[in-house]
């Protein structure tokens, strides 16, 4: 009996942003060398993402990769079934085949009964940079101390491609299951390969928001849920965490806060100042860090208005977050604010996702403090206006939070809502056609079956976990929907897998409301 089953079955979406490997994943910890592969913005939404995009809370702030400990792809927020899943076999999921051959070598040294891999096979399949970095003697010991945990069992795929084709893999095992993450090199060999513990566990039984507030006290840090119904633009709470001021307190959301960039983008097609088919120009003052592609591409190189909104949202892709908010401008998006019914005195002006990094990572404690310390509009901008010309900062220093010290996009979970309700009405109007496309592109966690819309952005960054969805099911009004926010911040790391299957539920719960 080999220990890695794969047979041709459908696969599932992945869970989105992963923690950092501990337990039985750490004997790995090697493996994830200089990959960029790992967890968003972090920022963003690797996610704020489901396996179409990649990660579930799509973050901005990513600056590994594809998604951070913080940016965005998608999942669906389903758990591995501890053996039970159905498998799946990668080539029915996998289309680049470089990225397949590599999986499948890899998924054929986790087997019992493997014995490998030789150091001549590692030195032919890992870029030079990684094995500059970790002796191939070492990939023989590593693999030979996960197979202890063997059998395993594949029982999801995801593809995606960031700066570079990346595949993630659910594999399941009675001992540990486990998500691997394989990113392709330039030079078509292996410039990364990462296994941490899928933590995503099974689904909690919610009866009421109470379970839910309840349920997210197993990832760590302080969570606020809010509940609201949308309608002819307006968002009215119904549910607030027990303790917390109505609609709640203004809180970290990560790479939520393009919802706004994307309201006000709105508002600039419609005074005709801006068109969707318009092109953007990618500028080295302009790139920012993942999570997202356009960071990658040349400086000179164009993206229409549309491709950089849909990367926004749906990848959370922070180049195009900041090429549209530099092409919309701070008025028009003080106007989206305004219209939302945020507090523009806390939130503007808005931060670019560049802004974000250098705050956090990049320029010294003071700067920190006087951004925070900050009481107006006119004084932070002044503090922004003063960050350094060149983006200076190693992605893989992007770890510790920095949202106690002010750094970020604070918003409210009715403030949220409210942008939703914002965009659903934008989207009746000919300059918001696209929105709704744009919103349902990436659901976030799996859909439910009584749902027959689900928009969703979410967020992360080093310490924040955010997750926003608009829902529209069976029998509700026309026009009319519901709102699920959910924010957590802490000052350790948040344990994203789980969260995001407590929080699929959630959105379970809010298709029944």
Not at 169 to 181: E, H, Y
Not at 467 to 477: C, R
Request: hydrophobic share 40%; charged share 25%; net charge negative.
């Amino acid at each position: 009996m080999t220990s890695v089953s794969r047979t041709r079955r459908t696969s599932r979406p992945l869970s989105a942003r992963r923690t950092a490997p501990t337990a039985v994943a750490a004997l790995a910890l090697v493996l994830a060398g200089c990959s960029g592969a790992g967890d968003d913005e972090t920022g963003g939404e690797q996610t704020d993402s489901s396996s179409q995009n990649g990660s579930a809370t799509d973050g901005p702030e990513s600056s590994s990769g594809e998604t951070p400990s913080g940016g965005e792809t998608a999942t669906d927020g389903e758990a591995p079934s501890d053996g039970t899943a159905e498998a799946v076999d990668p080539a029915d999921h996998l289309t680049d085949p470089e990225l397949l051959e590599q999986v499948e070598w890899a998924l054929a040294n986790l087997e019992e009964d493997a014995e490998g891999p030789e150091a001549a096979d590692v030195e032919e399949r890992f870029s030079d940079e990684m094995l500059a970095q970790i002796p191939a003697e070492q990939f023989t010991q590593v693999f030979a101390q996960l197979r202890s945990g063997a059998p395993y069992t594949v029982t999801a795929v995801a593809e995606s491609r960031e700066a570079m084709p990346t595949a993630e893999l659910r594999l399941d095992s009675d001992a540990q299951p486990l998500i691997m993450t394989a990113v392709m090199g330039d030079d078509g060999r292996l410039g990364g390969l990462s296994f941490v513990p899928d933590t995503a566990g099974e689904a909690p039984d919610l009866g009421a928001w109470e379970d839910l507030d309840e349920s997210l006290t197993e990832v760590g840090g302080e969570s606020q849920v809010v509940v609201g119904s949308v309608s002819g633009g307006e968002c009215t709470i119904e549910y607030t965490t027990e303790g917390v001021e109505d609609g709640g307190v203004p809180a970290p959301s990560g790479s939520v806060f393009k919802l706004v960039v994307l309201a006000a983008l709105v508002d600039a097609v419609e005074a005709g100042e801006i068109a969707w088919e318009d092109e953007l120009t990618i500028t080295d003052e302009l790139r920012s860090l993942p999570s997202g592609i356009l960071q990658e591409r040349e400086a000179g190189s164009t993206v229409t208005v549309t491709e950089a909104a849909e990367l926004m949202i749906s990848i959370s892709d922070n180049t195009a977050t900041d090429l549209l908010l530099d092409a919309v401008g701070q008025d028009r998006v003080a106007g989206a604010a305004e219209a939302a019914g945020l507090d523009t005195d806390r939130l503007l002006p808005l931060a670019s996702t560049r802004d974000f990094f250098q705050l956090g990572w990049q320029v010294d404690d003071s700067v920190r403090a006087e951004f925070e310390a900050a009481t107006s509009p006119e004084e932070r901008q002044a503090v922004l206006d003063a960050l350094p010309v060149e983006l200076d900062i190693d992605p893989a220093a992007v770890t510790e939070p920095r949202w106690q010290e002010g750094v970020g996009w604070n918003l409210t979970g009715a403030e949220i809502c409210s942008v939703h309700a914002l965009l659903q009405e934008q989207a009746g109007s000919e300059a918001g056609g696209p929105v709704r496309d744009i919103l349902s592109e990436n659901p976030g966690v799996g859909v439910p079956d009584a749902a027959t819309y689900q928009g969703f952005k979410g967020g992360s960054a080093p310490g924040v976990l955010a997750f926003s969805f608009y829902l529209e099911a069976d029998g509700d009004d026309e026009g009319a929907g519901r709102v699920l926010v959910v924010q957590t911040r802490s000052d350790q790391a948040i344990d994203q897998m789980r969260a995001t299957t407590i929080v699929g539920a959630g959105v379970g719960l809010l298709a029944e409301q």
